[in-house]
């Protein structure tokens, strides 16, 4: 069964710094595209950094601030989070699909594979 497992999420302090993990099952992560998404309460899912092989791509809003990994023996792509601001409160999500064109990295639609999302809420 094909699954991608999101985590790390929870409640942080301004300019914390947690990093998200996504796990995957049932296919190998390093054929696939993989985003991070999230949405914020009210507002359109937005995708916040891609990676495939040998590319990385950042949302202006996170540059700087967000640095997007994958480790290949664990099957699993990270999403280092930093200097968190309160605008950063959202469910984030990961996603993946085997064929995702670097035009298309930002259309939720385009993704085969979803997680289960995961709460980061930035307050003091």
């Known amino acids: 069964e094909v699954q991608l497992q999101a985590s790390g999420g929870g409640q942080v302090q301004p300019g914390g710094s947690p990093r998200l993990s996504c796990a995957a099952s049932g296919f190998a992560l390093d054929d696939y595209g993989i985003s991070w998404f999230r949405q914020a309460p009210g507002k359109e899912r937005e995708g916040v950094s891609f990676i495939n092989v040998g590319r990385k791509f950042y949302a202006d809003s996170v540059k700087g601030r967000f640095t997007i990994s994958r480790d290949n023996a664990k099957n699993t792509v990270y999403l280092q989070m930093n200097s968190l601001r309160p605008e950063d409160t959202a469910v984030y999500y990961c996603?993946?699909?085997?064929?995702?064109?670097?035009?298309?990295?930002?259309?939720?639609?385009?993704?085969?594979?979803w997680g289960q999302g995961t709460l980061v809420t930035v307050s003091s």
């Open positions: 996603a993946a699909d085997p064929s995702i064109i670097l035009s298309s990295i930002r259309m939720s639609q385009q993704y085969e594979y």
